[in-house]
């Protein structure tokens, strides 16, 4: 479990694909890098993912071909940055929202504004995952808990403090950039649940 609050920026080191199966090395920031175990879930770009080997600040990660296939992970290259949070531990503050680190597809900028204290990115989301992306909601875009804005039919804006550029990979993004989403699961759960009784409703 993830609550979307980006602890710090790694960076990849070295990569190894196999047959449907990427290794790949990220130097963890110093305040992260204690007590980590071989087994245990860290979130890469919002992506759970498990360590297979810890020594020196450095972590592995085996990715597998579904995973690379479904986000942005399968084009990272050697020196790319990732968001990275540790998993939660129980009593911790959850300052965003409950993340599972299970990423629910790929989105596009198609648009960034900046001034000195805000910037606007436009997300362009496949129609059939729009109708999860609610005004004042929440969503996880490469990790980070975010409050939705604007919506229309097949995009959404979302606006970034100074604090969060500082901390995460977003102040990098370019339009035409990929980034990883994660719905809300209890919206969807609340959206699917309504669909299911309507629908049931109307076929009676």
């Known amino acids: 479990m993830f609550t ?54 450095l972590v592995s990660f085996d990715i597998m071909q579904e995973t690379l296939a479904l986000t942005t992970l399968g084009s990272k290259k050697v020196g790319d940055k990732v968001n990275i949070e540790r998993s939660a531990k129980f009593g911790d503050e959850v300052g965003g929202h409950i993340m599972s680190g299970h990423i629910s597809t790929t989105a596009t900028i198609t648009d960034i504004q900046k001034t000195a204290t805000n910037c606007m990115m ?29 919506v229309e039919s097949n995009h959404f804006e979302i606006h970034l403090i100074p604090e969060t550029l500082s901390i995460t990979t977003l102040d990098e993004k370019r339009v035409g950039n990929k980034v990883n989403i994660e719905i809300d699961p209890q919206t969807k759960a609340i959206v699917d649940t309504v669909e299911r009784v309507v629908g049931s409703s109307l076929n009676r």
């Open 122 to 150: 436009q997300i362009t989301l496949p129609e059939s995952l729009m109708k999860y992306v609610l005004y004042k909601g929440f969503i996880g875009i490469d990790g980070a808990s975010l409050t939705i804005g604007n």
């Open 4 to 57: 979307g609050i980006v602890q710090g920026v790694g960076q990849i080191t070295e990569i190894s694909d196999h047959d449907k199966l990427r290794t790949y090395k990220v130097r963890l920031p110093e305040q992260l890098s204690h007590n980590i175990q071989i087994g245990a879930s860290i979130a890469n770009d919002g992506c759970c993912l498990t360590v297979t080997f810890v020594k020196d600040g």
